[in-house]
């Protein structure tokens, strides 16, 4: 069975650029998750997707930051302008029913630098 | 609100020695419990989890035990190996299914 797939592996920017990140989740898992990894630090929830429906997007800096879902399959996530605070791991993650127990599978991350 | 509190690292021990990494969490009600590793340049797979109380997760040797009295969920192996060298997160499942990550503990073995 194929994983969460992530593109692209590494970006490099310039602050006030913009840039996307796309995640394929395993198929037929109706939640996906974005994720943002500061070095050092834990995977940070930035917006949850149940289907192609927002769960959460409490921690999403919406001045930024904007994220789809389109026909509840793959996703993207974009910043516009990217900050140097940005600078971080973008995880998607995704499940089968997002409630209870459901496993959490990640893809293996976009790493960002933004110069 | 939900949040976890891990061990710090770097911890490095030797090869075949006991490992404890602690971490305990404050949750609504009675979340499931995590452990994640994330080994050099690979994304975070999940390593052992237990979903009530007084369950024991386990996976590779490694255990942990869902103490609901301390709110603790202590990762232990008997004998590392160095190939077990990774960043070890804990991580409750809060409210709407949302993992909340401690900061990590990263685990160095020595031949």
């Known amino acids: 069975e194929a994983g969460v797939a992530q593109s692209p592996r590494y970006k490099i920017i310039e602050k006030r650029q913009s840039v996307a990140f796309w995640c394929n989740p395993i198929?037929?898992?109706?939640?996906l998750y974005w994720y943002q990894q500061i070095l050092g630090q834990g995977p940070k929830l930035l917006i949850q997707f149940q289907n192609n429906g927002v769960v959460d997007d409490s921690q999403l800096p919406k001045d930024r930051f904007s994220a789809e879902r389109l026909k509840g399959v793959d996703s993207t996530l974009k910043i516009q302008p990217a900050k140097l605070e940005d600078s971080a791991v973008y995880l998607c993650?995704?499940?089968?029913?997002?409630?209870?127990?459901?496993?959490?599978?990640f893809g293996p991350g976009t790493r960002l630098t933004v110069l | 609100g939900d949040s976890v509190t891990q061990m710090e690292g770097p911890v490095t021990l030797s090869e075949e020695a006991f490992l404890t990494i602690n971490c305990t969490y404050t949750a609504t009600g009675y979340p499931s419990l995590f452990w994640y590793v994330q080994y050099p340049g690979e994304g975070l797979q999940l390593l052992l989890k237990?979903?009530?109380?007084?369950d024991k997760g386990s996976n590779k040797g490694f255990e942990a035990t869902y103490r609901k009295e301390t709110t603790s969920f202590h990762l232990e192996k008997g004998s590392v190996q160095v190939s077990d060298s990774a960043v070890y997160f804990c991580a409750p499942l809060g409210q709407g299914g949302k993992l909340i990550f401690g900061q990590g503990t990263e685990l160095s073995v020595k031949p």
């Open positions: 198929s037929g898992h109706a939640t």
């Open positions: 993650a995704s499940s089968l029913g997002g409630r209870g127990a459901d496993t959490q599978y």
């Open positions: 237990a979903t009530k109380a007084d």
